[in-house]
């Protein structure tokens, strides 16, 4: 609502920018085609002093108009980096958990829900990496992975981080084959990427993962519950 608030008051700007500019340059053809009115601007005072007001207003409304782009663009740019701090996880900067929320509210029906799939995978060996060989580490290892997952997430759908340890995959158009090649992908890219071998030791990396004919889930919320409770059954 507020992102179409903003489109529509900027194109108003822009309209408003283009006829101040139009009537500028009318103004100017006028005078410079008309040689007796000219001629009257240094005669008449009414039309002279009409004439500047004329001329200050059309300046004084290019300025404003220079203001509120300005404004525009410092408050299109802090709205964005606001999105940024709200949807993206700050470490890895993948989505957080609030992007799966506003994922919920566009998928929230069993129609949109119909063959989509969620993976929850998990650092399985995090623990021991923090207790070895320091948290800094561990956090290399977090952001290595991300970084893989985001580009691999792109291929196939919409990743993020859910918070710790845990990362999820929302995969529409899904069935096992996909899923299959999905978390292949992952492996492959942490045995032959260079920069897992900037770790002491390789990642393991668990999957758990549900489909909605599986799960039957009715909801968007409902289908990523089912997976954590799968995932808690082992």
Request: hydrophobic share 40%; glycine share 4%.
């Amino acid at each position: 609502m507020h992102q179409n608030i903003m489109k529509h008051y900027k194109v108003i700007k822009w309209v408003q920018l283009c006829l101040t500019i139009a009537s500028a340059v009318l103004v100017f053809i006028i005078l410079y085609a008309n040689e007796e009115l000219r001629k009257s601007l240094y005669t008449n005072k009414s039309l002279f002093i009409i004439s500047c007001f004329i001329w200050a207003l059309l300046l004084f409304s290019f300025l404003g108009l220079v203001y509120d782009f300005t404004k525009m663009s410092y408050f299109i740019k802090e709205e964005h980096e606001l999105n940024k701090t709200a949807y993206l996880d700050k470490k890895t900067g993948l989505p957080n958990r609030n992007s799966f929320d506003a994922v919920y509210h566009q998928q929230n029906n069993q129609l949109l829900l119909h063959n989509t799939s969620c993976i929850l995978m998990k650092i399985s060996n995090l623990g021991s990496i923090n207790d070895e060989y320091g948290q800094e580490t561990g956090d290399q290892a977090i952001q290595y992975f991300s970084s893989t997952l985001e580009e691999i997430g792109d291929r196939f759908g919409f990743v993020g981080r859910n918070g710790g340890n845990e990362f999820l995959a929302i995969i529409d158009d899904c069935d096992d084959d996909k899923i299959t090649l999905f978390i292949d992908t992952i492996k492959e890219e942490l045995n032959t990427n260079a920069i897992f071998r900037l770790l002491p030791v390789p990642l393991e990396i668990s999957y758990t993962w549900a489909t909605q004919l599986e799960s039957q889930a009715k909801k968007f919320s409902e289908l990523i519950t089912y997976t954590y409770k799968k995932s808690q059954r082992g």
